[in-house]
């Protein structure tokens, strides 16, 4: 297990005083959720933690209550589910929920006409429909407050067209533009967002998709650290400096199909696995 890095007092508080008491992780039961988590109740802040797999929820309950002595409430459920996503607004509605990060992603692999349609519309479940419900739920008790703070985890691959990860790389896409807009409407009511477009990090999923490290592979803890840092300079921060240029590259310097046929390339060996979860 990775051992957290060290915050200074002074600074926790401030993380605390800034955003609240409590954050919710949503796609916390492992990967970058997990260090979101670690990092956020290193900060001070108790813990929601919503994801699908119950014991590696609890697991990690245990672990951060133990290190940081935090609260921590775990919610095992599915994201694509309208009465899930309920239950977690009713469990924040009572409590001072400062900061949300919406983590959870569903990425099947494989082509876009031969992946089943139920699979794809999973994607606009959990990618696109649930940060939507979640965000229009809990930012109006925020802007009350006039405090607040919003991770969005985007990709680089939303930047523009990925072949065999289509679907993922469109909700992506929407995922920043939210993000991006979101910010602007609330940056002057005391709420921070960002949308952390990252590149490859090494969680469990992109292992099992991927088999080897991307040029530029980043540890999830060195994408969250980044990404918390960020949040007062949104909307968009992109973790690891070969990261930024290869966005600089794909978006502002080559043609947009010279650019996909690079995404392609990096893209063609993510058949190992079905798909890349959270």
């Known amino acids: 297990m990775t051992k957290p890095r060290q915050i200074a007092g002074p600074r926790r ?3 605390t005083e800034r955003y609240g008491k409590w954050a919710l992780v949503a796609g916390a039961s492992e990967g970058l959720g997990a260090a979101y988590a670690r990092a956020l109740a290193q900060r001070g802040l108790n813990l929601i933690l919503a994801a699908r797999r119950q014991p590696l929820l609890d697991e990690l309950a245990a672990d951060v209550h133990g290190t940081f002595g935090v609260e921590v409430h ?44 139920q699979d794809l519309m999973r994607v606009v479940d959990v990618n696109v429909r649930a940060p939507l419900a979640l965000l229009r739920g809990l930012l109006p008790a925020m802007t009350l407050r006039s405090r607040g703070a919003v991770v969005l985890m985007t990709s680089l691959a939303g930047n523009q067209g990925a072949p065999r990860i289509a679907a993922y790389a469109a909700s992506k896409a929407f995922a920043r533009v939210l993000a991006e807009s979101v910010w602007h409407e609330l940056k002057d009511q005391g709420i921070d967002v960002v949308a952390c477009c990252a590149g490859a990090v090494r969680t469990p999923g992109y292992a099992a998709a991927a088999g080897k490290d991307a040029p530029g592979t980043l540890d999830p803890e060195d994408v969250v650290e980044q990404t918390l840092k960020a949040l007062c300079r949104g909307p968009v921060v992109i973790p690891g400096f070969v990261n930024r240029v290869a966005a600089v590259l794909l978006g502002r310097f080559l043609p947009r199909r010279a650019a996909i046929a690079i995404m392609a ?14």
């Open 265 to 278: 390339s990096n893209t063609r060996s993510l058949g190992r696995t079905k798909e890349m979860t959270e």
């Open 13 to 15: 508080r401030e993380f």
């Open 74 to 117: 775990c919610h095992a459920g599915d994201l694509a589910l309208p009465e899930f996503l309920e239950t977690l607004q009713a469990a924040c509605s009572s409590l001072d929920v400062g900061v949300v990060v919406f983590n959870a992603t569903q990425a099947p692999v494989g082509g876009f006409v031969s992946t089943p349609v």
